[in-house]
Every structure is written in structure tokens, then in C-alpha cells.
Nanobody, 120 residues
Framework: QVQLVESGGGLVQAGGSLRLSCASS????????MGWYRQAPGKQRELVAF???????SYADSVKVRFTISRDNAKNTMYLQMNSLKPDDTAVYYC??????????????WGQGTQVTVSS
């Protein structure tokens, strides 16, 4: 069993900042790629950013420069620092991880999501 728990969402004014966290727990041997996705009302879920176990990162064009993804492998935790937030960033943000379990092989795990609302 693997659990991902997001935290750090909330309401912020345009131009403000938030930091999301994603804590992983359970029967984890290692975590390969971790990523943040978001889904706005009436829209499909989209990839925001991902980070490999070695620290390589990739971002959606819409968040480049403004968002920074990072991870602490020792804590199995991932972060998303979001600066210069815009109303278009309003969405539920989900954590995703490709986990190699101690028993059972690779498992693709999702968190329950955290709401980010940016007011204009």
C-alpha cells in the first residue's frame, strides 16, 4: 500500500505564492518520477511539472519560470513552489508518483488533491 498526501493549497491573491507538499508513505522501496498535475473545472487534468529521482525537471510552458518543483528523496516528499500566481492557476492540484514497492513491483500512485484558488 502506498499513500500520497498533498498539503499547502489555499486561497491567494493574484501575484501571490503558495508551496505545495506531497508526502509519500507505505511500502516504498524507491520512487522514480514524481509529478504535479492540475485539473480546473470543466477541463482535463494536465501535467504541471515532473522531477526524476536524479533531479531532472520539466515544466509546462504555462508555469515555466513561475513554478519550481523539488524533492527530498530521504523523506519521499515532493514540493511545488508557486510564485506569481494567476487566476488561470486555479485548480485542484494532484501529486503523482511512480513507486517501486518493496513487494508488488511498480505502482502508479495518486494523491487526493489539494485546492488552489487564485483571486484576481
Amino acid at each position: 500500500q502506498v499513500q500520497l498526501v498533498e498539503s499547502g493549497g489555499g486561497l491567494v491573491q493574484a501575484g501571490g505564492s503558495l508551496r505545495l507538499s506531497c508526502a509519500s508513505s507505505g511500502s516504498i522501496f524507491s520512487i522514480n518520477v514524481m509529478g504535479w498535475y492540475r485539473q480546473a473545472p470543466g477541463k482535463q487534468r494536465e501535467l504541471v511539472a515532473f522531477i526524476t529521482s536524479g533531479g531532472s525537471t520539466s515544466y509546462a510552458d504555462s508555469v515555466k519560470v513561475r513554478f519550481t518543483i523539488s524533492r527530498d528523496n530521504a523523506k519521499n516528499t515532493m514540493y511545488l513552489q508557486m510564485n506569481s500566481l494567476k487566476p488561470d492557476d486555479t485548480a485542484v492540484y494532484y501529486c503523482n508518483a511512480e513507486v517501486l514497492r518493496r513487494i508488488g513491483g511498480i505502482y502508479n500512485s495518486w494523491g487526493q488533491g489539494t485546492q488552489v484558488t487564485v483571486s484576481s
